[in-house]
């Protein structure tokens, strides 16, 4: 699977939008973006994933560049839950065999008053 | 709700002291995950079950052992706990159907310590 590059750590206000980028330069036809994030002392929780095209979920929008070499991961009205530690992970589509996750570092999301 | 639910949430075990943590499922999904995370890193992938099938990553030490009695249950043994060993264990499940890419769903983790 493609390496991916995070920021370490974003700020944002509350109430504004948070846009968290993700370098995939590597990435390969066949692998999906996909987001991850972690509250403090909690398991990860899925976000949202793509291929190319630009996907939108009741928690986030995911806009994937043309090339597909980078992407951004958009939360549209920030709160202070949203505060955590948010995964980019490119992941190889399932060929009869599980899809295995590698996190990388993260970046850290603060969202502040 | 369904969901992944791990047993206990902490656990405390003493040096060189079998543990075993498990995991249970309501998703009936097919695949089971257990990942380490240490204090401060991200979760990283010790092993998996694809259906009865065990699948070890080739960086897990031979410490670290799994499990699977049904679709619903896995768990995982450490035979001697270092000190190294204290982390935030991870169990996930997801249902993979041979093609496609299945979402991976958490549980809330087993945060172990040893003394």
């Known amino acids: 699977d493609a390496k991916t590059t995070q920021p370490p750590s974003m700020d944002c206000a509350e109430g504004r939008a948070a846009n968290l980028p993700c370098n995939h330069s590597t990435i390969s036809g066949n692998e999906y973006v996909y987001w991850y994030r972690q509250i403090h002392s909690q398991g990860p929780q899925y976000i949202i994933h793509g291929l190319k095209n630009n996907e939108t979920n009741e928690m986030a929008s995911l806009i994937i560049t043309e090339d597909r070499k980078s992407s951004t991961l958009i939360l549209p009205h920030a709160t202070l839950r949203d505060t955590a530690v948010y995964y980019c992970?490119?992941?190889?589509?399932?060929?009869?065999?599980?899809?295995?996750?590698?996190f990388g570092t993260g970046t850290r999301l603060q969202v502040m008053l | 709700d369904a969901m992944v639910i791990q047993n206990p949430r902490y656990q405390v075990t003493q040096f060189g002291k079998p543990v075993t943590l498990s995991c249970s499922q309501t998703?009936?999904?097919?695949?089971m995950y257990w990942y380490q995370q240490k204090s401060s890193q991200a979760p990283k992938l010790l092993f998996h079950y694809y259906d009865k099938d065990f699948n070890n990553e080739a960086d897990t030490p031979d410490n670290f052992q799994s499990r699977r009695p049904n679709t619903s249950f896995c768990f995982l043994d450490i035979r001697s706990p270092g000190l190294g060993d204290a982390a935030m264990y991870l169990c996930?499940?997801?249902?993979?159907?041979?093609?496609?890419?299945?979402?991976?769903?958490f549980g809330p983790g087993t945060r172990l310590t040893v003394l």
């Open positions: 992970i490119v992941r190889g589509l399932n060929t009869g065999t599980a899809s295995k996750l590698t």
């Open positions: 996930a499940t997801s249902r993979e159907r041979g093609w496609g890419t299945d979402t991976q769903y």
């Open positions: 998703l009936n999904h097919n695949v």
